[in-house]
């Protein structure tokens, strides 16, 4: 079962991300490659076997959700680490073209 | 320091008897360290100012006599959280990353007294099986600088192959501590899932990631895993409550230890020179008083393929965190919020990573959900049954890590499938969740060989005894590179 192109331009969105058209063959024909070796788990039968998600038999750890305390320096620290900032707070780009693209 | 010929107690006793300072030790570590890694390019970022006020602390605080690591030096792999210090998991998209907390096994580390060296340098989120795939250097392997020192944390286990740290951690998602020191001629032990908490860990696989150590030697590897283990609050899938002194049986001997050879392990694809090296270690703990027969684990040819899907699966999700927009770096001249995002993944991420996320997304896609993923997470039980068979009546399961020693530096960068076989030894174990441990057992052509000790969930200790006893028998972990080390 190969991939098509348009299958790997689908899920480079999915995944946000772009490449441009020779990555796009690049990545469509090791797709199929890889995805083909995939394939040979179909020859296991697997009838009536439940799929295992994780290894340790543990269900459900919780705790009680109470915030912890955060020093002022802490919070500082985080901003640091932020491309962009103002006021204490993350700044991220308008979520359209500055109103342009707008669906409206 | 010469860490080639200096086990762990004997460092310990010199600082204990004030013939050796802490101060003295990192300095001299650090010295050495910046002529060899100008060869191995072992390290990412070396945090040398912190480390020599820290073990100067510790100096003025005092060895404590009890505790074998205190003052010790060691090495982190980048893709654990350390603070203050950058944390980049050889990834452009982080390379101005710098943490604000430590990571759980960093907490241990330092309450331990030992001293941070520096950050290694690995394949990109932890991502192959050579170290190629970072974003910043290619490390070689201290054996032959033409060739790989194994992933993907090649930094850390060449730093110790190289004598450049006594320890080093590292982390194994499918493979990631065991092959690297087989590659590199070191011991490597990847625990049971759960027994290190994952926090802090800069998370690939989740339900595969384990942190493990490497040093020189069995019973160094021992007392560090003991520091590193138990339950934590942070990390719900962490397990506490099972035996964690990895030392005390060391001196059993395997008498009477039943050991499994798979055959599926020493079959095609696996070199003449490895199966030799693995056979011989069988005749080996037969002499030692084991008992050493053949057994199966009949889906494990499936386990690459049913890796690379639950891997990259979960790693599609675990990587979504990298937008750009709170750390890391982010893309210039993004009209708006999408491009932010396609644009700093798109630049920030390297070509590998980009092959995982894609594969996982594919995998995890409406229509394919059921045929790649499910049909994976099926044949993983089937995989994990296959160990409980064998271990019903056996002790352990002896076999090579990879099929192959360390191959030339560019040799298999540009084929992706022909690197992801190569992890069909290792990727079993990660996918039931249980302990392997890596340790010298030949050589071909110069280049090392490593045996793989698989056992039980929660068996580290008989892993460890057992690699001690073939320790001891051998000469092996004896041997070192001609470059690296120091006086």
């Known amino acids: 079962m190969a991939i098509s ?68 320096e802490e919070r500082t620290a985080l901003l640091d680490n932020a491309p962009d900032t103002e006021d204490g707070y993350i700044k991220v780009p308008a979520i359209f073209n500055n109103g342009e693209d707008s669906a409206e | 320091m010469n860490f080639f010929d200096n086990d762990l107690t004997t460092i310990h006793n010199q600082l204990v008897n004030h013939e050796l300072t802490s101060y003295e030790l990192t300095k001299q570590t650090i010295d050495a360290l910046k002529v060899t890694d100008q060869t191995i390019d072992a390290f990412l970022t070396l945090d040398e100012d912190n480390a020599l006020v820290t073990a100067k602390a510790i100096d003025e605080k005092g060895i404590d006599p009890a505790n074998l690591l205190a003052g010790i030096p060691i090495a982190i792999k980048d893709n654990i959280m350390t603070k203050d210090l950058r944390t980049t998991a050889a990834s452009k998209i982080l390379e101005n990353f710098t943490p604000i907390y430590d990571a759980t096994v960093m907490e241990k580390v330092h309450a331990n007294d030992m001293v941070v060296i520096g950050k290694t340098n690995m394949d990109e989120f932890a991502m192959g099986g050579s170290t190629e795939n970072s974003a910043f250097k290619i490390t070689k392997n201290p054996w032959d600088t033409t060739k790989v020192p194994g992933g993907s944390s090649g930094g850390s286990a060449a730093a110790v192959s190289a004598g450049m740290v006594p320890f080093a951690l590292g982390s194994d998602t499918g493979g990631s501590i065991r092959q690297p020191a087989s590659f590199t001629g070191v011991v490597g032990m990847k625990p049971t899932y759960g027994r290190i908490s994952r926090w802090g860990l800069i998370a690939f696989g989740s339900s595969l990631d384990q942190i493990g150590p490497f040093s020189r030697g069995v019973k160094d590897n021992a007392a560090l895993l003991a520091a590193l283990v138990g339950e934590d609050k942070r990390d719900g899938t962490s397990v506490g409550g099972h035996d964690a002194d990895f030392t005390a049986k060391l001196d059993a001997g395997v008498k009477g230890l039943r050991i499994g050879l798979p055959k599926e392990y020493l079959g095609e694809g696996v070199q003449q020179a490895v199966k030799d090296a693995i056979l011989a270690a069988a005749d080996k703990y037969r002499e030692l008083g084991a008992t050493v027969d053949e057994v199966s684990l009949p889906h494990s040819k499936y386990g690459v393929a049913a890796y690379y899907i639950i891997s990259s699966s979960e790693a599609s999700s675990n990587l979504q965190r990298f937008d750009g927009i709170r750390y890391g770096v982010r893309a210039q001249d993004a009209k708006n919020l999408n491009d932010v995002y396609i644009d700093s993944r798109t630049q920030g991420f390297g070509p590998e990573v980009k092959r995982r996320i894609m594969l996982g997304m594919y995998s995890l896609s409406a229509g394919y959900y059921d045929a790649y993923f499910k049909k994976a997470a099926q044949v993983r039980t089937l995989m994990r049954q296959d160990f409980a068979n064998i271990f019903a009546d056996h002790d352990l399961i002896l076999g090579p890590v990879a099929p192959t020693p360390a191959y030339g530096i560019g040799a298999d960068v540009s084929d992706p499938l022909t690197m992801y076989a190569g992890d069909v030894l290792s990727v079993p174990v990660n996918m039931a969740g249980l302990p392997g441990l890596s340790l010298p057992a030949g050589f071909a052509d110069g280049l090392p060989i490593g045996m793989q000790l698989i056992g039980p969930a929660f068996a580290e200790a008989t892993l460890y005894q057992a690699g001690y006893a073939f320790e001891q028998a051998t000469d092996f972990h004896k041997q070192v590179p001609t470059l690296g080390g120091n006086d």
């Open chain 1, 5 to 72: 192109k348009e299958q790997v331009s689908h899920v480079a969105n999915l995944a946000r991300l772009s490449f441009n058209d020779e990555e796009l063959s690049q990545f469509t024909d090791q797709m199929s490659k890889i995805t083909n070796m995939f394939n040979q788990l179909q020859e296991v039968d697997t009838t009536d076997v439940e799929p295992m998600t994780h290894v340790v038999d543990l269900v459900n750890v919780v705790r009680d959700d109470v915030p912890a305390p955060a020093a002022p």
